[in-house]
Every structure is written in structure tokens, then in C-alpha cells.
């Protein structure tokens, strides 16, 4: 099984280009999130989704937005990149919550705005 | 406000015992994960505990005290491949993951 997959791997931007981010799961879970890892902070969580259709501000939703019109893919959509958005993206899925929280990741995507 | 801490860096020799300690203060509790993240690649899940008590699996165990809003990570038989970083993240009253900024745990022969 692929699990979860981001696209792109890698990319570089210039301020004020935009991009989209693809992750797409093969688990059937109903809940999907993007988070951004920088050096020294724990994983802040972007947008979120509890289902197809569904999106949900997370703690850092400023200069992202995110779709999710198939419950196996959620993008993340950056309109105007800027210097402070270089960061690891994380997407990641999970059945539920509480004990069915765990969190399934796909392997990042390294974004470096210029 | 919502915090969790843990150390932010550890060392330990190849064969012996560490334990990484996660303190937090959050709006209320729904479980504490653990996860492993090696340098370069995802996060993985490690362990989940809900209740207070030791939870073994294997060579990791991990350890709950709500009540003073602390949990460990015991690695045993430490190998080369643990060299990671561990991730302490706490689900809060509304469901919500609040992260650690984890441990980068080192492994010396």
C-alpha cells in the first residue's frame, strides 16, 4: 500500500508565486490535516478535514487554503508565497479521533521561498 | 495557553536505557502519543496512552501520570537506528494534537 503521498518532494518558489501542494491517501480515512515542521517547534497544524467537503482552520491558516473534494486527496494551496512559508509540509491522515487518532504522514514536502 | 515540554536534546550509548520525559499543560486531555521521527523522513507512531500506567511494547514503553501532567518514553537495548527524534504530542479537549518541539535522541557506540 502507498499509504499517503505528497506532491511535490521538493520545490522552490519566488515571493508572490503560488502552488499546490497534493496529498493524496489510500486508507479510506476520513480525517486529513497539513502541517508545517520548522527547526525548534513542534508540528503546527495548517487546515484540517473531517470528511469530503469538509474543511477546517488550524492553528496557523494565514496565507493557505485547502480543498478536499474527494475524501482521498486534500491540497494545500499557497496564493502568494512569501519568505516566512519555507518549511517542511506534512499531510497526514487518520480514521478518527482519540485512540483512532494516530496519525499516518506522508513524506514531506520541502518548500524554499526566495 | 496550550504547552508541551520536552528535553530538547539527549545522548545515550548503544545497549543501555534512556528515558525522554514530556510534561504539558493543556485545555483538557484525550490522550498522549509518541511518535519517532528520523532525520529527513515522517513521523511515526509509536505509542498512545489514555490512562495512567505503563503501556510495553517491546523494546519502548511509555508511561502516563495525568494528574501531573507528565509522561515518559523508555527506550531499552538501545541500537544505532534510534537515533531520532521523539515527538510528544497531547490531544486536547477538542481533539486537537498540541506538539512538542521533540528530542533529538542520539545514540554514541
Known amino acids: 500500500n502507498a499509504g499517503v503521498t505528497q506532491t511535490p518532494k521538493f520545490r522552490v518558489l519566488k515571493t508572490g508565486q503560488s502552488m499546490t501542494l497534493l496529498c493524496a491517501q489510500d486508507?479510506?480515512?476520513?480525517?486529513m490535516y497539513w502541517y508545517r515542521q520548522d527547526p525548534g517547534m513542534g508540528l503546527r497544524l495548517i487546515h484540517y478535514?473531517?470528511?469530503?467537503?469538509?474543511?477546517a482552520k488550524g492553528e496557523v491558516p494565514d496565507g493557505y487554503n485547502v480543498s478536499r473534494l474527494k475524501k482521498q486527496n486534500f491540497l494545500l494551496g499557497l496564493e502568494s508565497a512569501a519568505p516566512s512559508q519555507t518549511s517542511v509540509y506534512f499531510c497526514?491522515?487518520?480514521?478518527?479521533?482519540?485512540?483512532?487518532?494516530?496519525?499516518?504522514f506522508g513524506e514531506g514536502s520541502r518548500l524554499t521561498v526566495l | 495557553g496550550q504547552n508541551i515540554d520536552q528535553p530538547t536534546e539527549m545522548t545515550a550509548t548503544e545497549g543501555a536505557i534512556v528515558q525522554i520525559n514530556c510534561t504539558y499543560q493543556?485545555?483538557?486531555?484525550?490522550?498522549l502519543f509518541w511518535y519517532q521521527q528520523h532525520a529527513g523522513e515522517a513521523p511515526t507512531f509509536l505509542s498512545y496512552?489514555?490512562l495512567d500506567g505503563l503501556e510495553e511494547k517491546g523494546r519502548f514503553s511509555s508511561f502516563l501520570s495525568r494528574s501531573k501532567g507528565y509522561s515518559y518514553l523508555l527506550l531499552k537495548e538501545l541500537q544505532m537506528k534510534d537515533s531520532a527524534s521523539y515527538l510528544c504530542?497531547?490531544?486536547?479537549?477538542?481533539?486537537?494534537?498540541?506538539w512538542g518541539a521533540g528530542t533529538k535522541l542520539i545514540i554514541k557506540p
Open positions: 493543556t485545555s483538557g486531555f484525550n490522550g
Open positions: 486508507m479510506n480515512h476520513e480525517y
Open positions: 478535514s473531517v470528511g469530503e467537503g469538509t474543511t
Open positions: 496512552n489514555v
Open positions: 504530542a497531547v490531544m486536547d479537549s477538542n481533539y486537537q494534537l498540541i
Open positions: 497526514a491522515s487518520s480514521t478518527g479521533q482519540g485512540a483512532s487518532g494516530e496519525l499516518f
